[in-house]
């Protein structure tokens, strides 16, 4: 089945700061999804980006379908950024997600 | 708030005992997925469902089974359950199911089995 790495696994933050998180894909997908998963365990849906650019306030994604990879930006980072993001792929055989191992987010004062 | 609807929020059993966990989709979704995350397997596919019939079937045991009703809320039965089945359980839904569309999902269900 497709893989899916998440870089890099743990990043400790000050308030302020900006990132780049990135995921790899091993084969074609026709869904990419990033989601937050917060202290207290809800996953949150940030982007539907399989190919292209979105922006949603301090936080954008990109994804190159071509070379098998998705970026997700955080900019000026707060506190309330902390959590842990995944990234998730549906592949053309497989309607559901597979989901990479997350990058750990600390976002400190 | 995504719209999917999951209870019980937290749930805490004995081994070799039944639960049942639902999930109600969002208002127009027709497929359900549920997924498992447990600290060593991480987020896993368990199974999906589209208008009532099973789809697809990803690393579920032969222990869990699960259904969707005519209203399209769905129920997952796991048994004889085993430590090993401590996790957080999670139901999305979807308008087709077809897999090039958004999953939103719900705020799960915490197992703990003791």
């Known amino acids: 089945g497709i893989q899916v790495e998440q870089s890099p696994p743990d990043l400790i933050l000050q308030e302020g700061a900006n990132s780049t998180l990135r995921c790899n894909f091993s084969?074609?997908?026709?869904?990419l999804q990033w989601f937050h998963q917060n202290p207290w365990g809800q996953l949150i849906n940030l982007f539907y980006?399989?190919?292209g650019t979105k922006q949603n306030g301090r936080l954008s994604a990109t994804t190159v379908a071509t070379e098998r990879y998705s970026l997700l930006y955080i900019s000026s980072s707060q506190t309330t950024d902390s959590g842990v993001y995944f990234c998730?792929?549906?592949?053309?055989?497989?309607?559901?997600?597979?989901f990479g191992s997350g990058t750990r987010l600390q976002v400190q004062p | 708030d995504s719209g999917v609807t999951q209870t019980p929020k937290h749930l805490i059993t004995a081994t070799g005992q039944r639960v049942t966990l639902r999930c109600s989709p969002r208002?127009?979704?027709?497929?359900v997925y549920w997924y498992q995350q447990s600290l060593d397997q991480g987020l896993q596919f368990l199974i999906q469902?589209?208008?009532?019939?099973?789809?697809a079937k990803g690393n579920i045991l032969e222990r869990f089974s699960a259904q969707q009703f005519p209203d399209l809320h769905s129920e997952l039965n796991l048994s004889s359950l085993e430590l090993g089945d401590s996790a957080l359980y999670f139901c999305?839904?979807?308008?087709?199911?077809?897999?090039?569309?958004?999953?939103?999902f719900g705020p799960g269900t915490r197992l703990l089995v003791l």
């Open positions: 999305a839904s979807s308008k087709q199911g077809a897999g090039v569309e958004t999953q939103y």
């Open positions: 084969d074609s997908v026709n869904n």
């Open positions: 980006i399989p190919s």
């Open positions: 998730a792929v549906g592949d053309t055989g497989r309607r559901a997600l597979t």
């Open positions: 208002s127009g979704d027709l497929s």
């Open positions: 469902y589209y208008n009532g019939e099973e789809r």
